[in-house]
């Protein structure tokens, strides 16, 4: 830990030189406009946004991408506490007493304590990855291939089980993130997979183009359809929380951090758990939880804290094990890959300025998110209210010039309208687009150390279970994917009974 300690100091020898500060300023800025604007969030907004990155160095270029990431997670938080509107999903449970707050005249206090839980949760998880992080990557660097199958098909089951209503669904949706993942160059034989003749699809499909298409365009799309305009905005005054509720605010806090720490490492558990959980918890351990729904404080501090607490713990497996464990991770993920760094266990070893360089900006940026959101609340509330007619045109063009700088490319064009409209149709059957694109990413990964496992294997496939680590992960796999199972029959059941008796 104490090696972690000096390591981290020439970290923020990087983070602190001006041109990662400002591209540190640029991202949680950017980040706060996108979490403000409701139907973007920081899975549209980074995945958008990944094509300005281009031509930067790698440091910078990550530096920028995670500060729109936790800038949007801050972003949210204040349309759904001022006009009952979040600006992404996370933001879902903040709504239920934040406007209730703003309702009573106390919007000030409740982005308040909204802040400044969101800082301890965002601090205390980047401490985590500091000084867990390399613990949790020298672990892993005793695993070989067979481990690395193993970690990563957990981490596609989880995912496929935990997001979405419908496993169903969210097996639909890991097969086809494979299938794309499988166009192009096989990995041992050199033959092309998929191509149907096309030089372009020899390349393979470029993580970009797939991202914006699937989270921009279909988003446009969608909120296209039935676009929510945001009224007036109430006047925020008194951002600090009364005398008497700094305790319990804390204490909200305090709990919110660690339910957020616990599932931002488990792939699939996205934010929206973790706020929800934590809302679920305030409310069972309240001396009167009837003042819940009216305007509780802690029903704002809970969600918000445990929300970045969860940001920040995501990071922990995608830097020591390359696991994305919710969909931003997987953006994040690709923009590694596509500057040329593989997340893992030897991320630590190989680019040890790159990761602590990152890690010192999180410090340095969720400060300058708490000193931008306070005293400038009423200016990013306005931002909400730009019309839609207005707004949609300018993101529109963004994708498709953003997309051509890719390559100079009209096929990468073409592509990622074709992926827009895919992932407009998943959504409107409620196919999980985050199951698809984590395959997509991990897919040749997966396949690779499976070819891997199998090219050092007497046994084939018994090579999986006769790794005493590897056996372990894919049992417990194995237990994800049977009470999944489980729990869709059960509900399918209780559906039909429910039918039945109606």
Known sequence: MIDSFFLLLDGFATALTWSNLLYCFIGVMLGMIIGVLPGLGPVSGTALLIPITFGMEPVSAIIMLSGIFYGSMYGGTITSVLVNVPGEAASVITCIDGYEMTKNGR???????????????????VVALTFFGPILADVALNFGPPEFFAIMLLGMLMIVALMGKSLVRGMIAAV???????????????EYRFTFGSLELMEGIDFAVMAMGLFGIS?????????????????????LPRKGEWSPTLKSAGRGTGIGMILGMIPGANSIIASTFSYMLEKKVAKDPSRFGKGAIEGVAGPETANNAHSGAALIPLFSLGLPSSPTM?????????????????????????????????FIGNALLLILNLPLVGMWAKIAMIPYKLLYPIILMVILIGTY????????????LVFGIIGYLMKKLDIPMSAMIVTFILGSQLESSMLQSLSISTEGFLIFLTRPISAVILIIAFIVFALSIFSGVKNKRGKLAADVEM
């Open 107 to 125: 919007a000030g206090a409740a982005l308040g304590v909204a802040a400044i839980g969101s800082f301890i949760g965002g601090i205390v998880a």
């Open 176 to 190: 086809l993130g494979l299938v794309f993942a499988m166009i192009g160059q096989d990995l041992v034989s050199g």
């Open 219 to 239: 988003e446009i799309l969608l909120n296209a359809e039935k676009p929510t305009q945001i009224g007036n905005v109430p006047k925020v005054k008194g951002l």
């Open 330 to 362: 997987a953006v994040i993920l690709g923009a590694f890959i596509m500057h040329g760094l593989t997340p893992g266990p030897a991320l630590f070893t190989k680019n040890p300025d790159f990761v602590w360089g990152l890690i010192a900006s999180m």
């Open 405 to 416: 700088s890719l390559k100079g490319s009209l096929w990468d064009v073409g592509m990622m």
